[in-house]
């Protein structure tokens, strides 16, 4: 690989990635909203779940369903468009991937504002989509099904994520295409331990 490459598509991924749509969305249109902390009541007793991450999660506690669905959804293109560029761009090649992970590593990191940014599920899904759109709709019906069967919301909500990597082995035993799904797992998944690690606690 081009090393002038490699450098262009992981700052057009981090760059791009750490435009932050919650933060937009709160300044255009509630100004005096805070979106750096949200908090819910666990239902039947007296504790508070609370995330730090700010995110389309965060708009939706702020502005509510519609303007969180946008949120995600900007998330989302955010890292499709660069990704889907570069591989258009240099089809056949792994640049594409470098970018899809940067946007990443620019949403939950985001060098515009101190690097404090959400978890970045929309975002690896807008990566996904470019690597394999059929397999996010196989995965995404797999974990909500095997969810709903278990009684487990996060499951449904997740369980995704993890099934893409079995996913892009079987389907293209593609080394690469397999790392960069580790690796937006990994980052998804280690941006998620605050939260996680209150739920089980909670739990």
């Known amino acids: 690989m081009d090393a002038l490459l490699v450098l262009l598509a992981g700052a057009a991924g981090y760059l791009i990635g750490s435009i932050s749509s919650a933060r937009l969305m709160v300044r255009v249109l509630a100004p005096g909203a805070d979106v750096s902390t949200i908090e819910h009541s666990v239902e039947g007793s007296n504790k508070v779940f609370e995330s730090g991450s700010i ?27 660069p990704t889907l560029a570069f591989k258009l761009w240099l089809p056949g090649e792994p640049y594409y991937l470098i970018t899809a992970t940067m946007a990443i590593v620019g949403h939950n990191y985001p060098l515009f504002y101190k690097f404090k940014g959400g978890r970045g599920l929309a975002t690896v899904y807008g990566g996904f989509f470019v690597l394999d759109c059929v397999g996010i709709l196989v995965t995404s019906a797999a974990g909500m099904l095997l969810g709903g069967l278990l009684g487990q919301v996060l499951m449904m909500r997740w369980a995704g994520l993890l099934l893409m990597i079995p996913w892009i082995w079987f389907r293209t035993q593609d080394p690469v295409q397999l790392a960069y799904v580790l690796i937006a797992n990994a980052l998804f998944w280690y941006a998620m331990l605050p939260e996680l690690r209150q739920y089980f606690r909670l739990r």
Request: with cysteine; aromatic share 12%; net charge positive.
């Open 55 to 81: 995110s389309a999660t965060a708009v939706r506690f702020q502005l509510g369903a519609r303007y969180g669905c946008t949120a995600a959804i900007l998330d989302m293109f955010k890292a499709l468009i």
